[in-house]
């Protein structure tokens, strides 16, 4: 079974950046897509991006398109997602998650923590 562990995430101001990682110990995920889903308080947690097993292809949500970059280092077993840009309505708990399908994106039932994401105004 594998472990996920996310982290990065911190308190910004809007147009601030951040960089989160999710870490995996166990097994591999190499063979596997990889996607970063995030909750806000009273909401749903919603799609942010994925990306393909071997990173050659991505995919990104209206909402985040053209401010974030998900990328992966199957080396070391640890997916990334830059995000820059930030807004306030970016606030929320960000999830990784070992996927099940690419295309589309369907989640698995592997996932971190959450690291807490909070942009101020």
């Known amino acids: 079974q594998v472990q996920l562990v996310e982290s990065g995430g911190g308190l910004v101001q809007a147009g601030g950046s951040l960089r989160l990682s999710c870490a995996a110990s166990?097994?591999?995920?190499?063979?596997?897509?990889m996607g970063w889903f995030r909750q806000a308080p009273g909401k749903e947690r919603e799609f942010g991006a994925a990306?393909?097993?071997?990173?050659?292809?991505?995919y990104y949500a209206d909402s985040v398109k053209g401010r974030f970059t998900i990328s992966r280092d199957n080396a070391k077993n640890t997916v990334y997602l830059q995000m820059d840009s930030l807004k306030p309505e970016d606030t929320a708990v960000y999830y990784c998650?070992?996927?099940?399908?690419?295309?589309?994106?369907?989640?698995?039932?592997?996932w971190g923590q959450g690291t807490q994401v909070t942009v101020s105004s």
């Open positions: 998650n070992v996927g099940r399908y690419e295309r589309p994106f369907v989640a698995g039932d592997y």
């Open positions: 166990g097994r591999t995920f190499t063979g596997y897509p």
């Open positions: 990306i393909s097993s071997s990173g050659v292809r991505t």
